[in-house]
T-cell receptor, first 116, second 114 residues
Framework: SAVISQKPSRDICQRGTSLTIQCQVDSQVTMMFWYRQQPGQSLTLIAT?????????ESGFVIDKFPISRPNLTFSTLTVSNMSPEDSSIYLC?????????????FGPGTRLTVL | AQSVSQHNHHVILSEAASLELGCNYS??????LFWYVQYPGQHLQLLLKYFSGDPLVKGIKGFEAEFIKSKFSFNLRKPSVQWSDTAEYFC????????????FGTGTRLKVLA
């Protein structure tokens, strides 16, 4: 299994500011993902981050708003830029690791963001 | 577009009652299917998965799920729930070919009364 930590665990931010969320994994992984879980809703994939290449963004998410870095195989950051109250959400990092012939996805604890 | 539907948003049961949570997906190709659980204050955890083979899969803590391809369903069941099963349950689908993208359902909040 993979153990994932995220920083910060929660934050309250002002409108117009930016927040960078860090995701650290205890093993080297190729595939890392960033999800958003808005209040009362399910997880929505923001982007897939592979080391050494640009992140791949899902429909409705753009690099200018959610820039992602993936400098090595154990670390990634997601920045939420120019925040508005609509960005209030839980942001989750996840990784996919091989396990017995298939890939299993593990999730971090999430970062609870409140934008005032 | 692919989607996953969980029809029960909130379920309240007494201990020892039987549980069945519905999950339907829309995708015509081959899929992998998952149920994740999120206990209060904890990470999302994998409860069980279906990749191929026996359509009845067993997971942790006495949970099982049945893949019915003709109905595009992957319902979660447990014969007798416990108070400790209080959690939010998410169904997820992943295409076998193509992207690694996981599509999640909206989740079902289960509350088990002691």
């Amino acid at each position: 299994s993979a153990v994932i930590s995220q920083k910060p665990s929660r934050d309250i931010c002002q409108r117009g500011t930016s927040l960078t969320i860090q995701c650290q994994v205890d093993s080297q992984v190729t595939m890392m993902f960033w999800y958003r879980q808005q209040p009362g809703q399910s997880l929505t994939l923001i982007a897939t981050a592979n080391q050494g290449s640009e992140a791949t963004y899902e429909s409705g998410f753009v690099i200018d708003k959610f820039p992602i870095s993936r400098p090595n195989l154990t670390f990634s950051t997601l920045t939420v830029s120019n925040m508005s109250p609509e960005d209030s959400s839980i942001y989750l990092c996840s990784v996919e690791t091989p396990k017995g012939g298939y890939n299993e996805q593990f999730f971090g604890p999430g970062t609870r963001l409140t934008v005032l | 577009a692919q989607s996953v539907s969980q029809h029960n948003h909130h379920v309240i049961l007494s201990e020892a009652a039987s549980l069945e949570l519905g999950c339907n997906y829309s995708y015509g190709g081959t899929v992998n299917l998952f149920w994740y659980v999120q206990y209060p204050g904890q990470h999302l955890q994998l409860l069980l998965k279906y990749f191929s083979g026996d359509p009845l899969v067993k997971g942790i803590k006495g949970f099982e799920a049945e893949f019915i391809k003709s109905k595009f369903s992957f319902n979660l069941r447990k014969p007798s729930v416990q108070w400790s099963d209080t959690a939010e349950y998410f169904c997820a689908v992943n295409q076998v070919s193509g992207t690694y993208k996981y599509i999640f359902g909206t989740g079902t909040r289960l509350k088990v009364l002691a």
